[in-house]
């Protein structure tokens, strides 16, 4: 006779502890249930681990789920709820033949909400929402937070499997959780005859660990004395506590309580035997079902021990009856023996929920990898070239997996970046990015109609007033992008320059022009100014915009004046990740980009980032991960290189990291637009970074790459990132973000605060308290007259005149000679010019750059003024002290009167140049002024010449 079919005979249902979708198609699964009389079936994350990494069975579904965008998360939570259907509609014959006793599934809530109630309810009941079968339990761990989840999940009629159980204390706390969960059901007029429970009962577990500690005494004896008693114990632990737990489950079910619920027609939490493989080779492989047979049990059984047990197995009736008080007498022997089984099942249940959470990131992993390789070239790729770039990576990855880092991101832990209290409400409201395009695909229907509004009216310019992060998102799009054929051309305007807001005045004509105001906190200064001056040309709200957090100044301005619409920002974003919210869609949709086809796009990557993904697997974790560690490792020049296709995004990314890691005297330097060299001009302090587009031909990629396989082949880290198309941009947008602040996590710093930042705001306003009757500026305090000559005139503070002092100045080239000759390699230069980025100035000042990192072997940077304080600034300040910096300033040859103000941009410009002066000198770093005459292309060529390399 068939011997699974006589373990049923004897009352005990015999599940099998297996999925895979093979055993359903093939219909194995079927002819079990026909020909062995099996009557359930059990699935955990190694379970399904072993199901869709290692074999093929999933392929299609797995290729399908990716092609439709699904995350990694979503594509599992597909692939295994139709299993789990299609099992339990094979079984669905024998839980109605038994009148709902058996035909049961069981999934399983993700391992990660072990210790959370309120998602292991939430997640159990999505799921049995998603299955929607009736034969399907829900399998909830039983911790100390899970039993109130089974208490509610019961009470709302799921049924519920509840596993990882070792001890008989818990398993009692188990089946009063069970009841409480009827009896809540009962009051709320539920049926309690409806639903079904069990508790899974891990025994082999047991005996591997107790086995363990008793291996060690043994190895501790002196002599033969007590040998034969320790040996004697080993193996008996785990059958001893599955009789005891069957002890208990006969008492209760006697007691009056469970009685009075029994009356209401209720079904008994049965208990199930799982982990009854045989892990010691030394005992008889289907010892764990042969002992443990019972009336109203259950053994889930693993597929080798089941084809065991069908081979050669003895059924005999209530095995687990026999021997109740030697099973007792052994434990009492191993507590006496200092072998403690509350300290055992404690340990196990860690364990045993640490084993699935490894299993179910595995499975995750896997399946992230294999989404990967369906997206192919959809989902932006990067390739690490360079011999040490990877050495510490995988252990750090495997680190941060192990602390939860990617879920505690996504569940917006502030203690991620501070460990304040004070700091955490605003870390805590400042990482609504992590959903920003999910929600704004749901709510884009008006940026969307933004775009034909404007071409019925026949807008022709678009002019986004910003600074900062409001406004670089958009201006990068655009730079790359391009003007859009039959769109509104976009100017942005982030600079407060008169110079820069006449051109820009110039191309428009203000009767076609749609103004765009982009501020988070409503109170930025420049954009203030700006506001004014073109409101008091213009007066007409129906040609204004404004896109800024709700309830600020400027929105109530904005309504009052009668502006066209207010877009609003999450206010729990910050605006150095504002790239991918109303910031930076709202003008991409005027200048006629598909910001519905940008979003989606972008959530391929933002799949790819989720909390589920292992660090290992997580395109954001693992790159701000390498750039962290690298930067740790003295490696903290983040040179960003691309083809020209993609210049612009080394703007965007240069704020972003520069903003977010550069404080607490740490931070990851960015180096954008610097001239690409040979080996010998870098010291060991760079990573680069190269950014292309797939289409790019060799005549805009060979002399980059060619440059780049020199230095990855000396040593230096080359990251490799390739984008299909210009709208794979968003997706770079995210994963770098996610790299960013996994960087900062990793250095110790918040990333969404910006101290230094307020406070040059603060000392500007304080330097437009001095301005003289004639409307100039007074000088800023602390300048001292190092050099003049008729092209230059060079201004130091107090740490860059000790270092010149003493010193026969005769050119700026002795200057910087003496500032520079004996600076570490690892420092850097900073060049700020306060004067319009046109073409010209711009060629002139990467010349310079190129001739001080060809001079002196230094890593230089280019910000222009005053916006570079909303980006750069913050880390000049608050990053490394090693930073040589210099101002470029110039007089206006045209200036602007600010309305009601009583000043001109100019001067407000003077005043940020004075603001960002003594912010430096007040941190001792070290910075030059060179004022230009007002031949600017001389005084550039003077200083291009005086650079020059003999």
Known sequence: MNRIRQIGELGQSIWYDDIQRRMIWTGDLHRRVQEDGLKGVTSNPAIFEAAIARSDDYHGALAAAARNGASALETYETIAVEDIQWACDVLHSVHVETQGRDGFVSLEVSPHHAHDTRATIEEGARLWTM???????????????????????????????????????????????????????????????????????????IDTMVDGLLTQRLAQLSSNSGRQQIERLMGQAGIASAKLAYEAYESMVLGARWKALAAQGAQAQRLLYGSTSTKNPAY???????????????????????????????????TLKIGLDEAKEALAALEKLGVSMNTVTDRLLQEGVAIFVDAFDRLIGSVEQRRRAVLGPRLVSMRTDGP????????????????????????KDPTLFSGQPDDHDRIGQSMGWLTSVDSLLDQADPIVDLYDELDEEGIEHVVLIGIGGSSISADVLHKIFEDQPGSPRLHVLDSIVPAQILAVEAAIELDTT??????????????????????????????????????????????????????????????????LSCFG???????????????????????SCEHAVPPAENAGIRLGTLLGDLALSGRDKITLVSTPSLAALGEWLEQLIAESTGKAGRGIIPIDGEPLSTPDLYGVDRVFVYFKLAGDGADKTAEIERKLSALSSVGHPVLNIVLDDVYDLGQEMFRWQVATVTAAHILGVNPFSRPNVEETNALT????????????????????????????????????????????????????????ENAPATEYVAL???????????????????RLRTRFRSATTLGFGPKLLHSTGQLHKGGPATGVFIQITADDAEDIEIPSRGYTFGTLKRAQEQADFMALSQRQRPILRIHLSQDSTRSLTALKAALAVA
């Open 131 to 205: 299955v929607d079968r009736p034969n399907l339990m829900i399998k909830v761990p039983a911790t100390p937070e899970g039993l109130p989840a089974i208490e509610r999940l019961i009470t709302e009629g799921v049924n519920v499997n509840v596993t990882l159980l070792f001890s008989v204390e818990r398993y009692r706390a188990v089946f009063e959780a069970f009841m409480a969960g009827l009896e809540a059901r009962a009051t709320r007029s539920g049926d309690v005859r409806t639903v079904a429970s069990v508790a899974s009962f891990f025994v082999s577990r």
């Open 284 to 318: 008889r492989d289907v010892r764990y079902v042969e002992a443990l047979i019972g009336p109203d049990t259950v053994n889930t059984v693993p597929a080798a021990t089941y084809e065991a047990f069908k081979d050669h197995g003895e059924a005999r009736p209530a």
């Open 388 to 411: 040490d770039a990877l050495r510490t990576l995988d252990a750090h990855l495997e680190r941060l997996r192990k602390a939860r880092f990617g879920r505690r991101l996504w569940a």
């Open 514 to 579: 749609l103004f765009i105001l982009a501020s988070k906190n409503g109170t930025t200064p420049e954009v203030a100014a700006l506001d004014d001056y073109f409101w008091n040309k213009v007066q007409s709200g129906d040609q204004f915009i404004a896109i800024t957090d709700p309830g600020t100044p400027l929105e109530d301005s904005a309504v009052e004046r009668g502006f066209r619409a207010v877009f609003s920002g999450d206010a729990e974003t910050t605006e150095s990740y504002a790239a």
């Open 585 to 607: 869609m709202v003008p991409a949709s005027a200048m006629g980009i598909d910001v519905v086809r940008f979003l989606t796009r972008t959530r391929l990557m933002v799949g």
């Open 765 to 820: 306003q304080k330097r437009l308290n001095h301005i003289e009757p004639d409307g100039t500026l007074a000088p800023a305090p602390g300048e001292r007259l190092v050099f003049e000559d008729e092209a230059l005139t060079v201004f130091a503070n107090e740490e860059a005149w000790e270092q010149i002092k003493g010193v026969s100045v005769k050119s700026i080239a002795d200057v910087f000679d003496k500032i520079l």
């Open 832 to 850: 700020m010019a306060y004067i319009a980025p046109d073409d010209e100035v711009t060629t002139h000042l990467s010349a310079v750059r190129d």
